[in-house]
Structures are given as C-alpha cells and as structure tokens.
C-alpha cells in the first residue's frame, strides 16, 4: 500500500465515524440547540475528512480543486446557517430557558420590544 492508500484509508472511515457521531447526537440530545449542535459541528469536520480522503484518490491538485471549494463553502455557509436557526427558534420561543447557561439574547430582544412597542417574553413563551 502507498502513502495515499493509508491517507485515504484513515480519512474516510474517519469522516464517516464523525458522521456518525453527528447522527447519534442528532438523536441523542434532548434540546433543539443540542441537536443543531450536533448536526453541524461533527458533519463539518466529517465532511472535510471525507474530502481530504477523497482528494488523496485523485490524480493531481487540479482535479482536487473543486474539492477544496466544497469544503471552503461547507465552512462558510454552516456557522451562519446554525446561528440564524438558533436565532429564529429562540424569538419564536422554542429554546428552553432552564437549558441555557447564559442568555446574551434576552437584552437586544427587550431593547427591541420596547423601542417597538410590543410587550415579549423569554425563550419558552411566545409574544
């Protein structure tokens, strides 16, 4: 076996097993920002493993181009997808508040209601 058949040999059951991972915390987890935890952080670091043992297999770094791309847009898009879900189900009240540790949102969503008018509630309540 060549050096790239152990690279890709390590970098693909890996990547699975970190999906896996993700999977099983998906399922696992009992809050919503648990499981949005879960599914994005393991799959990221699984998909750049399954990419990099993917781009082992190919001929040249030309070919392996695309693949770098993938993986630059998985990091680019992933954080700002989870961040804005994590946003959305807490303002609609689907974020228990017992489970966070810190709550930094509560203070922009009062300053928000009352520069609007509205009364608000916490996580857990709906307006």
Excluded: N
């Amino acid at each position: 076996m060549t050096a790239t058949d152990w690279a890709t040999a390590v970098l693909l059951p890996l990547g699975a097993l970190f999906a896996l991972t993700g999977t099983i915390g998906m399922v696992r987890f009992p809050t919503l920002l648990g499981r949005m935890h879960a599914s994005t952080k393991p799959d990221t670091v699984a998909l750049l493993l399954i990419l990099a043992g993917a781009a082992f297999r190919l001929p040249d770094l030309r070919t392996a181009l695309p693949l770098a791309l993938v993986a630059v847009f998985q990091f680019m898009t992933m954080p700002v997808l989870a961040q804005t879900l994590g946003r959305v189900s807490y303002t609609r009240g689907m974020v228990v508040a017992e489970h966070l540790v810190t709550d930094e949102l509560e203070d922009a969503l009062e300053k928000r209601r009352a520069e609007s008018g509205r009364t608000g509630t916490g996580p857990g309540e709906r307006d």
